[in-house]
Antibody, heavy 119, light 108 residues
Framework: EMQLVQSGPEVKLPGESLRISCQGSGYIFTFYWIGWVRQMPGKGLEWMGI????????RYSPSLQGQVTMSADKSINTAYLQFNSLKASDTAIYYCAKSYAGLHAFDMWGQGTMVTVSP | EIVLRQSPGTLSLPPGERATLSCRAS???????LAWYQQKPGQAPRLLIY???SRATGIPDRFSGSGSGTDFTLTITRLEPEDFAVYYCQQYGSSPETFGQGTKVEVK
C-alpha cells in the first residue's frame, strides 16, 4: 500500500527552527516529486514548493523562498521541510504530497503536520 | 504567477442536484496541467481530476472536468451526501504552481 506518513504535531516559540518529515512507502520514492502545501487555520491550500528526491531538484514559491528548505534522505525514503526562524504566521497544517506520474498533480497526501508557533 | 479564481465561493444545493464549479485563470493554462481536489473537514485533500478531465483512480464517474485556456469547470452530476466538501483547482504547468481559493459545496 502506498502511503506518506508525516511527523507529529509541533509547538514552537517564535524564532526557533523546525524540521518536519514525510516518509514514503509502497512506491519508488526517488521517481516522484514531493510537494509541500500549507493550510493556515480556516484557510485554503497554498503551494509552497516541490522537490525531486532523485536529484534534489527543488522549486520554491517566491513568497517563501529563503524561509524554508526542502530536502530528502533517499536512504530512508523521507522528505523534509526545514523552517529557519519560525513566526506566528507559520502556524498552519503542512501537508506533503506525491506527484502523479510525470505531472505535478498530487495523487497521494500525507496526513498533515500541525505546527503551532506561539510565544 | 498564475492566479486562479474559483466561483462561487459557496454553492448551496440539495442532494441529487447537479453542481457546477468554475475555475478561472489569470493566464492561459495548458489543459494537461489543471487538477481538482476535494477536501473534507479534518482530512487531507484528495485528487479528483488531473489534466483537466481525467479522473483519478477510484473517483466515481459523477465527477467530470472540462475546459481550456483560462476557463475550467468541475461538474458533479448528482450530489451524493459524501460530496459536500470544499473543492480546489490547481494549475501545475507554470511555477509557482498555484491553487484556487476553494468552493464550498454545502447542503441546502
Amino acid at each position: 500500500e502506498m502511503q506518506l506518513v508525516q511527523s507529529g504535531p509541533e509547538v514552537k516559540l517564535p524564532g526557533e527552527s523546525l524540521r518536519i518529515s514525510c516518509q514514503g512507502s509502497g512506491y519508488i520514492f526517488t521517481f516522484y516529486w514531493i510537494g509541500w502545501v500549507r493550510q493556515m487555520p480556516g484557510k485554503g491550500l497554498e503551494w509552497m514548493g516541490i522537490f525531486y528526491p532523485g536529484d534534489s531538484d527543488a522549486r520554491y514559491s517566491p513568497s517563501l523562498q529563503g524561509q524554508v528548505t526542502m530536502s530528502a534522505d533517499k536512504s530512508i525514503n523521507t522528505a523534509y521541510l526545514q523552517f529557519n526562524s519560525l513566526k506566528a504566521s507559520d502556524t498552519a497544517i503542512y501537508y506533503c504530497a506525491k506527484s502523479y506520474a510525470g505531472l505535478h498533480a498530487f495523487d497521494m497526501w500525507g496526513q498533515g503536520t500541525m505546527v503551532t508557533v506561539s510565544p | 504567477e498564475i492566479v486562479l479564481r474559483q466561483s462561487p465561493g459557496t454553492l448551496s444545493l440539495p442532494p441529487g442536484e447537479r453542481a457546477t464549479l468554475s475555475c478561472r485563470a489569470s493566464q492561459s493554462v495548458s489543459s494537461s496541467h489543471l487538477a481538482w481536489y476535494q477536501q473534507k473537514p479534518g482530512q487531507a485533500p484528495r485528487l479528483l481530476i488531473y489534466a483537466t478531465s481525467s479522473r483519478a483512480t477510484g473517483i466515481p464517474d459523477r465527477f467530470s472536468g472540462s475546459g481550456s485556456g483560462t476557463d475550467f469547470t468541475l461538474t458533479i452530476t448528482r450530489l451524493e451526501p459524501e460530496d459536500f466538501a470544499v473543492y480546489y483547482c490547481q494549475q501545475y504547468g507554470s511555477s509557482p504552481e498555484t491553487f484556487g481559493q476553494g468552493t464550498k459545496v454545502e447542503v441546502k
